[in-house]
């Protein structure tokens, strides 16, 4: 009996702890310090440990929520994110003065959320815990409710979250429809069954989920809510959103992608090809002129979704790790970045033009190198993990005979040099101007950034084991 | 021990450019004189050993070390003495030390530091040169060859501060190099066709062969080389640089632009005698290239101002009739024209050094003027010099010229023949316009009409017209005897009839197989001879007539005839307007096309463009793209319906 | 297990680097960080001088060979060895890397710890590139080079800097992402053949490759070479990433890092590809022909020092390319000859540039003039090197010319005559510059009171000049390493493409 | 002429359309987050529509859910609405378009 | 026949929601289309959801908007004046493309659907099998099958009632200056 519940301790611990969090924050005094960050922390590493602790052993709860691999690699990637999330939050939380508990609650929330989306094998719970990500996300992205553009931002995307979330449910409508089932298993089998011809109907389920999906990985042409939502949500949940929704998001999309709707690849993955290249090409495009550096990783993480979605397309006996570790090395570059954005954040001003990067070298040379570690890893340069998993993901569209994607993937990729070379032309060959603009960086969360920098390291030089790892990984869902 | 000669001048030359600052002018001038000295007495023990050689194996040749090997590629520097080379050592050493005790005098007004670098460079220079004779194969030859191009630009700019001197040194190295062009890839042409670079192997692998009736790779090869000839001895088209580089110090001018470097391109092709044997077609161009330089650089000769100028034409000239000698196969004439011209030149430019530097930097005829009283000594020796070039009987010049001009008459090519005796006169002309200008009459005193290049070496003083005169120092006044006795009697190796030095010289225009059959050919015929021999004295005496009538007696008829044929003598005195025409038609071109077509226009707006234009699209793209992100969520809810509405569709109506 | 001579060569850098990080960055310790980055870096060539005395030069195998699996799921392998061909390109970057950081020691002041750094990560780098076996490996040698080169251009450069670093990074960018996909599709290719994923050079070299595979795998290699060459018309990063880079970064880049193209030609794309590269042959020899001529009409008329030998590089570089193009002993011998001479040459070139920027903070030509006077050894330094960049017969610069011209004559007379038009033009340009330079009368004051040469300055030019000379009197020293490898290939070459390479000859 | 599921499904298909078409035609915020009601219900009658026509319940549990989802959503997006209309005391989705480009 | 009234109740509503400019309208309306849905979901042997979908749907969610509408206050959308007068006329212009592209979008969406709706038939037929509507077996099932989905559910709410209140709540008076921006 207690078996059946193995497989979601890990989402479950999240899911205490924030809880736990959201009981402490009631028993706060007004002004009182509470140590609610760490407690999330500890949360987060019992959820890791569960994790390690169920790997390989392909635990299913429910029927609906399965242990396998995949997910308890992506349900890694999640708590490193989340780790780094709520390290880099403190310092904004302390200076906005934001509701400690109910910011660190809902961040894991959304975590717990994530993993239980990466994790889940029934459309409905998908869903469900698509939903439960996203108010969070939604939240977060608000709550710095004095500042009119963090309203605007949270609006944005959730107005427009909502209404692919409809299109999204409207594609279960029609796989259960089909199917008579919600589960991933079973639909797997009847699209296998009926794969030679497919309906009409089985077009549109299909067409549906892809646009749900695309929409939370911010694919062209649903990628609109992006930039508006990054540049308006406070630095660290931009970081957290853009890597974690992300890695949740891709998660699902390839169990659903990969397992059950594996039968119809050839119906879809001609438009994912469409999609990731558009969505590449837009990417790095855009970003070339943006002035808000948080507006430029976001174009920028609308490319990497672009890649993903290579990976994704291509995933074949080289290319099925490719989107995990993708995912992972993106995640801990990205993240990095908007580390030390938040980091640079003050009260009076928020620091994120690309002209206020001026003269950090000279300042804060320790901040200006982590950033240009992070900026380097995402503009895929070695020893950076950014470049072994762009290897990783083209290697992998090579193989599938992608080549055009690949070739559209690489001259992007130097296209995006030319913007996070922007940022570090500010930072290191600019003069300044007004000197002592940054405040003081905290201890804990400049470690937290040095620790993501070297796992960008890693990543980058010795990939070897987390390549093994995540290949075995995806190889438990197709 | 062959090694020994040109190491000697190197060894000089090395310490003078380390030490030179350091030591006094009298040491860097004893270790520069001192090491050439001993140079010139190893290459005479050297000759002499090789004389007592047997004539069939008269060679030493000597390996020094494998120079560069690459797959069947393999070239060692060897230096190789035989007749040939003896001949040119002797030359190069003794004219070589000549010179180098002329020049511690001449150069002595310089500073310290200068006057070791004047003699580094000097020594450097006959390093090279030997280097260039003693070479046995095409890319040994071609280091001295080189070498020598660069000591002669060093020399040239010697007085760099002066733009006029480093123009000239630059304009010398790249016409120059223009001539490497072709001896490169002659050497190339020459290895693909013959798999080594080594004279003998080369000559010896073509002596069974006879020689190639059309025009193929030999006279393709052959040709090649002749393009390097003339770069290096100022033939036409490429001899544009050598008056120029008059710019030098008069001493370097003696030494390397009359007796020896330019001789080089002569030597060259002497030294592949059988190679060039083997392609009549190139020789006949060498031929009509030699005479046309003769007879222009002659013409040009005659109305120049300069004397150095002057004799610098003269060279040309006479280098034309060292390649007619070439060109007709006349090999032995040749040689014996380079080195009687060896002497004579030398004592001409180093006469009219002595000129100059009595006037303290003066070099235009129209300011001279009897000068034969006060400089009595290079009076004399001039007119030695200037008898000798013109032919005048039983001096060195005489035979030589006479042996060419027979040569090309019993070839055959009469033709070629008169004009050569043509130049003859004009040379006999044109030199006694010198001496009669320089050294008869009266000092002009008012300055002429349009100035001639002003010569002033630092140190020296403005001329100055009323100072009075010293005739030449000791050391140069040696150095000037030694030469005009040279000048004497260095026809005597070869006069006609004996064919001593054509005998001497045979093994190395001879594959050693073929050596009696071309022997054969080489029979006189000496009745023909002595009538030619009377012709071109004939001519040579009324060369010196008209010179007489118009320079001496009366000039003014000479300023007449300049003015009847004013259009001629603009012509000749502007050089046939050769360097203005190749200034437009090749320099300026290349210039502009560089500088406005491929810099500004290719480099910086075609290529640079396209690169920039590609930044610039996406950077437009951006602009446009960013665009649809207006701001307003009803926009983003369309684009996403859209995407709806595509990919639906897609399913839909594909 | 024997002394990892070639890991130590690529990591004593790095380690100095790491060493570096250690010190603290302030005024007083500016010494100290010089002087640790100039051992290193002296440390590291006298590295590569062991490593070529123990050299076996009679072999044309792989040497000092080190292999550990490092990605083994996919073949990768940390792989790094040494034949004649990489053997003295390392030489040539344990050389000139002290040189470099030697001339910065007046120059850069503001950063100098980052500066030295930089230097000690590009030289690991460059060291990387050259003993990488395994496709995977080089590429990552590859890009990571370009960081740290765009970092020393963009900081310690001239006024147009960034503009140069950017440039400079996204030029090379550009080209070698295809090579990217190419080196995948060859692993691709390997698995597709054998089963199993593998970079290894030694073992792609065995693949039978398809022809139109071939194709353009060879042209994504190619265009990635002949940006880094950099070959006509991919050039023109090079003016600008020359003329804004500073001094030590000139040297870096001109001396080294475009080698790295030519090298790449030698190594990967011509054995790699033989049948397309064949068929390219013509057409990259037609670029460098273009590319001789071209760069130096361009240098001719240039204004700026700096610029003028950065174009002279297009020109040289031309000749190398046409070497390699021509496949044949001579042509790639002198080819990889001619990559040294450049590398000393033109390296002397920019420090020598570079010490009359110092003096007087400007490299326009017609700023000049006179200096001989002024300073006469600085001049005659100058002098020879610049000689050694005509390519005059004793010194280095001939003995690559001679024997590319005559590899391509043999292989098509009409390349090398086009070529052999390069002599002429070299003479002219760099003779016209030095003259103006050096020659002719002081008509600026500025440059009356230049001093001569610093005893620091005489002990960066010594070496060069005894290079210079050395190299050219006695090639076979370096020749003969460089011949059983170059053999090696060429034979790989042959077999693989034997029609071809026969029809071409005619 | 009894209905048949597909009649269900059209008329499911229109509201859900109508439902989109909502979010761009009207520019209030309230009834832009009806329309994704409409839409939301539009989804249920698709699914009650199947459930019926495969015999099972689970057509009809799954609306639940959704009606949950719709309420959680609901109040979210009034939250935020509130919080909109305090910095600009404005419904009109227009006037938020500070954050663009 | 029943199924047409309701569905054309529901259709006629749903676009008059969508036609108003008065949000009470708006809301009042969706009611009466949840209204006829309810209807529709009785026709489909589902009464249980039907009663759900007016009390909970109808009768909660939709008062929880109409309070929403009143709070603000704010009942007319802005007319084509007001936002002439609060940017220029160029936005106008750029909102009224939208709107009919948006329009043109979403007719496209209907015919698509539709099409493939019906498209080689569809799935046409009359529904087939007993109908499964007692309350028990969706209790059981709930309950059992989907035990799980339905704790998420209660997580989903909390994160929505948190969310709800963080962003919705006052201002705790700490920094009163920053709660209100001149707008």
Known sequence: ?478 | ?654 | ?506 | ?101 | MLFYLFGAVAIVASLLVIAQRNPVYSVLLLIASFGALSGLYVLLDAPFVAVIQIIVYAGAIMVLFLFVVMLLNAPHEDTEQDLLRIAGGRRSVAAGRVRVLGGVLAAALVVELVWALTKNGGESGVFAGGAVSSVRTIGRSLFTDYAFPFEVTSVLILVAMVGAVVLARREPGTRPGRSRPSS
């Open chain 4, 1 to 101: 002429m009894t209905p048949t599921l597909n009649d269900y499904l059209v008329l499911s298909a229109i509201l859900f359309a109508i439902g989109t078409a909502g979010v761009f035609v009207r520019r209030n915020l309230i009834t832009i987050l009806l329309s994704i009601e409409i839409m939301l219900n539009a989804v249920n009658l698709t699914f009650i529509a199947f459930g019926r026509a495969l015999g099972a319940v689970d057509g009809q549990i799954i609306v639940f859910f959704v009606m949950t989802v719709a309420a959680a959503e609901a109040a979210v997006g009034l939250a935020i609405v509130i919080g909109l209309f305090r910095h600009r005391e404005s419904l009109n989705p227009d006037s938020f378009s500070t954050l663009k480009w």
């Open chain 3, 1 to 506: 297990m024997p002394f990892p001579i070639l890991t130590s060569l690529i990591a004593l850098p790095v380690a100095g680097a790491i060493l570096l990080l250690l010190v603290r960055d302030d005024e007083h310790n500016e010494a100290l960080v010089r002087n640790i980055a100039l051992a290193v870096s002296v440390l590291v060539f006298a590295e590569t001088l062991l490593l070529w005395s123990r050299f076996n030069a009679g072999s044309a195998e792989f040497q000092f060979v080190e292999r550990h699996a490092w990605i083994p799921e996919f073949g990768i392998s940390y792989a790094v060895g040494v034949d004649g061909i990489s053997l003295l390109l390392l030489v040539l970057t344990g050389f000139l890397t002290p040189l470099a950081l030697l001339s910065s020691w007046e120059s850069v002041h503001r950063k100098t710890k980052a500066f030295c750094i930089f230097i000690l990560l590009i030289e690991s780098a460059m060291m990387g590139v050259f003993v990488s076996l395994d496709l995977f490996l080089f590429y990552v040698f590859w890009d990571a080079m370009l960081i740290p080169m765009y970092f020393l251009i963009g900081i310690w450069g001239y006024d147009r800097r960034v503009y140069a670093a950017v440039k400079f990074i996204l030029y090379t960018m550009a080209g070698s992402v295809l090579m990217l996909l190419a080196i995948l599709a060859l692993a691709s290719l390997h698995n597709a053949a054998t089963g199993a994923y593998s970079f290894d050079l030694l073992k792609m070299y065995d693949l039978q490759i398809p022809a139109q595979m071939q194709f353009w795998c060879f042209l994504a290699f190619a265009l990635a070479f002949a940006i880094k060459v950099p070959l006509f018309p991919f050039h023109t990063w090079l003016p600008d990433a020359h003329v804004e880079a500073p001094t030590a970064g000139s040297v870096i880049l001109a001396g080294v890092l475009l080698k790295m193209g030519t090298y790449g030609l030698v190594r990967f794309a011509f054995p790699l590809f033989p049948r397309a590269a064949a068929f390219f042959a013509p057409y990259l020899a037609l670029l460098a022909v273009i590319g001789i001529i071209y760069g130096a009409l361009v240098a001719m008329v240039q204004p700026d020092m700096k610029k003028l030998v950065a174009y002279s590089s297009v020109s040289h570089l031309g000749f190398v390319v046409l070497g390699i193009a021509a496949m044949n002993t001579q042509g790639v011998q002198g080819a990889v000859y001619q990559m040294l001479n450049h590398g000393v040459s033109t390296g002397g070139l920019f420090l020598i540039v570079g010490m009359l920027s110092d003096r007087r903070h400007t490299r326009l030509i017609s700023e000049y003039g006179g200096l001989k006077r002024v300073v006469p050894h600085l001049v005659a330094v100058f002098l020879i090197v610049t000689l050694s960049s005509i390519g005059l017969p004793g010194l280095n610069g001939f003995v690559g010319e001679f024997l590319i011209l005559l590899g391509a004559f043999r292989w098509s007379p009409r390349a090398a005559g086009f070529a052999a038009t390069g002599v002429i033009l070299s003479a002219t340009y760099m003779l016209w510059m030095f003259q103006r330079v050096n020659y002719g009368p002081v008509h600026n004051e500025k440059n009356a009171a230049m001093r001569d040469l610093s005893p620091r300055e005489w002990a960066i030019l010594v070496p060069i000049v005894a290079m210079i000379v050395l190299m050219g009197v006695l090639p076979n020293i370096f020749l003969r390493p460089i011949g059983p490898s170059v053999e090696r290939m060429l034979n790989q070459v042959r077999q693989g493409a034997p029609v071809q390479i026969q029809a071409i000859r005619n």
């Open chain 2, 1 to 654: 021990m062959v090694t020994l000669i040109p190491l000697l001048p190197l060894v000089g030359f090395l310490l003078n450019a380390s030490f030179g600052r350091r030591i006094s002018k009298a040491a860097a001038g004893q270790v520069a004189c001192g090491s050439m000295l001993v140079s010139f007495g190893v290459s005479a023990i050297a000759v002499w050993r090789l004389v007592s050689l047997p004539t069939e194996s008269r060679a030493i040749t000597q390996a020094v070390f494998t120079w560069i090997t690459s797959g069947d590629f393999n070239v060692s520097f060897t230096l190789r003495l035989d007749p040939l080379s003896a001949l040119m050592i002797l030359v190069v050493t003794g004219i070589g030390s000549l010179i180098h005790i002329y020049s511690t005098a001449y150069m002595h007004e310089e500073s310290d530091s200068e006057y070791a670098r004047y003699f580094s460079y000097l020594n450097l220079f006959a390093a090279f040169m030997l280097v260039l004779v003693l070479g046995s194969n095409f890319l040994v030859m071609f280091v001295g060859w080189e070498g020598v191009g660069l000591c002669s630009y060093l020399l040239i700019g010697f007085w760099y501060q002066k733009p006029s001197a480093s123009d000239a040194g630059k304009k010398a190295f790249i016409v120059n190099r223009i001539g490497d062009f072709g001896f490169i890839l002659g050497m190339l042409l020459a290895f693909v066709r013959f798999g080594t670079l080594d004279f003998q192997e080369i000559a010896r692998s073509l002596a069974t062969l006879g020689p190639e009736t059309t025009f193929g790779t030999l006279s393709m090869l052959t040709l090649l080389l002749f393009v390097g000839a003339t770069g290096k001895s100022a033939q036409i088209p490429l001899f544009v640089w050598l008056p120029d580089a008059m710019e030098g110090p008069t001493p370097v001018s003696a030494l390397i632009h009359a007796a020896t470097m330019v001789t080089a391109g002569v030597y060259m092709i002497g030294r592949n005698a059988v190679l060039f044997g083997h392609a009549p077609q190139t020789l006949t161009i060498v031929a009509i290239v030699g005479t046309a330089t003769a007879l222009m650089a002659g013409t040009i000769a005659l109305v120049q101002n300069d004397i150095k100028r002057v004799l610098a034409y003269s060279t040309v000239s006479q280098l034309g009739y060292m390649f007619l000698a070439m060109g007709v196969g006349a090999w032995a004439a040749g040689i014996f024209h380079l080195f009687t011209h060896a002497f004579f030149k030398a004592l001409l430019f180093l006469g009219s050094g002595a000129v100059i530097h009595a006037l303290a930097g003066e070099q235009d005829l129209r300011r001279m003027g009897g000068l034969k009283r006060e400089l009595p000594i290079t009076y004399w020796t001039f007119f030695i010099g200037a008898l000798a070039i013109a032919g005048v009987p039983l001096l060195s010049g005489f035979f030589s010229k006479d042996e060419i001009l027979y040569r090309t008459f019993a070839g055959g090519h009469v033709w070629l023949w008169t004009v050569g005796l043509l130049t003859s006169l004009l040379t006999a002309i044109y030199m006694f316009r010198v001496q009669f200008l320089a050294f008869h009459g009266e000092r002009a005193q008012g300055a002429p009409q349009h100035a001639a290049p002003e010569h002033s070496a630092p140190g020296h003083l403005a001329p100055s017209n009323h100072r009075h005169l010293h005739d030449v120092p000791p050391a140069m006044a040696f150095v000037l005897v030694v030469l005009a006795i040279g000048s004497v009697l260095a026809g005597y190796v070869g006069v006609p009839g004996s064919n001593r030095l054509e005998r001497f010289l045979e093994p190395s225009f001879t594959a050693r197989e073929a050596a009696g059959a071309e022997r054969a050919e080489a029979a006189t015929d000496s009745h023909l001879e002595g009538t030619l021999m009377v012709v071109s004295t004939a001519v040579a005496m009324s060369g010196i007539g008209i010179a007489l009538y118009f320079f001496l007696r009366h000039r003014r008829a000479a300023d007449e005839m300049a003015l009847r044929f004013a259009g001629v003598h603009r012509v000749l005195e502007n050089k046939y307007y050769v360097d203005e025409i190749y200034d437009q038609a090749i320099v300026q071109p290349i210039r502009i096309v560089s500088e406005d077509g491929l810099w500004k226009g290719v480099d910086v707006r075609v290529i640079d463009g396209a690169v920039n234009g590609v930044g610039d699209i996406v950077g437009g793209g951006s602009e446009v793209l960013r665009r649809i992100q207006t701001g307003s969520v009803r926009v983003y809810a369309v684009s996403v319906l859209l995407g709806v509405v595509l990919i639906v569709g897609y399913y839909v109506w594909r």
């Open chain 1, 1 to 478: 009996m207690f078996s059946s519940f193995i497989a979601i301790v890990p989402m479950c611990c999240v899911a205490a702890t924030a809880i736990a969090a959201m009981i402490a924050e009631a028993f706060r005094e007004p002004g009182e310090r509470m140590p609610i960050a760490p407690l999330g922390v500890i949360g987060l590493v019992g959820a890791g440990v569960a994790a390690a602790a169920l790997w390989n052993s392909h635990a299913t709860s429910f029927g609906v929520v399965v242990a396998d691999n995949f997910g308890l690699f992506v349900t890694w990637i999640l708590i490193i994110v989340g780790l780094l999330s709520l390290t880099i939050s403190a310092p904004t939380v302390e200076r906005e003065g934001l509701p400690q508990g109910e910011y660190y609650a809902l961040m894991l929330f959304a975590i717990a959320g994530m993993i239980l989306m990466a994790t889940a094998t029934d459309l409905l719970v998908i869903f469900l815990a698509l939903e439960v990500l996203s108010l969070a996300v939604y939240v977060l992205t608000g709550i710095r409710r004095d500042k009119p553009t963090a309203t605007e931002a949270a609006f944005k995307y959730f107005l427009l979250g909502g209404f692919s979330s409809a299109f999204f449910l409207y594609g279960i409508a029609f796989t259960y429809g089909l199917t008579g089932s919600t589960r991933l298993d079973r639909i797997g089998s009847l699209i296998a069954a009926q794969a030679a011809s497919p309906t009409p109907m089985t077009l549109l389920a299909v067409a549906l989920l892809l646009v749900g999906f695309a929409f939370k990985i911010s694919a062209v042409p649903f990628q609109m809510w992006t930039p508006d939502a990054y540049e308006g949500a406070p630095p660290a949940v931009t970081g957290f959103m853009s890597t974690g929704v992300k890695a949740a998001a891709f998660a699902a999309f390839a169990r659903v992608f990969l397992s059950a709707f594996e039968p119809l690849r050839g119906e879809w993955s001609g438009i994912i090809c469409v999609i990731a290249a558009a969505t590449m090409m837009l990417g790095t495009v855009v970003g070339v002129v943006q002035s808000n550096v948080k507006r430029m990783l976001a174009y920028s993480s609308i490319a990497h979704a672009g890649y993903l979605l290579v990976a994704l397309v291509s995933a074949n006996d080289v290319g099925k790790g490719a989107l995990l570790f993708y995912l992972l090395a993106y995640a801990v570059s990205n993240l990095g970045a908007f580390g030390i954005i938040a980091l640079l954040d003050t009260a009076d001003w928020p620091n994120d033009q690309v002209r206020d990067y001026a003269g950090l070298w000279t300042e804060h040379p320790v901040l200006a190198g982590l950033m240009t570690v992070f900026l380097l890893s995402l503009g895929g340069f070695p020893p950076m993990a950014g470049f072994i998993a762009k290897w990783y993901v083209f290697s992998a569209a090579i193989k599938a005979g992608y080549y055009w994607l690949a070739i559209i993937g690489v001259l992007t990729s130097v296209v995006s040099v030319f913007f996070y070379l922007r940022i570090v032309v500010m930072m290191y060959m600019t003069p300044t101007e007004s000197p002592a603009r940054f405040p003081e960086v905290p201890k804990l969360a400049g470690a937290a950034l040095v620790v993501s920098a070297i796992l960008v390291f890693y990543l980058g030089i010795l990939p070897a084991r987390v390549l093994d790892w995540a290949a075995a990984s995806i190889s438990t869902i197709f």
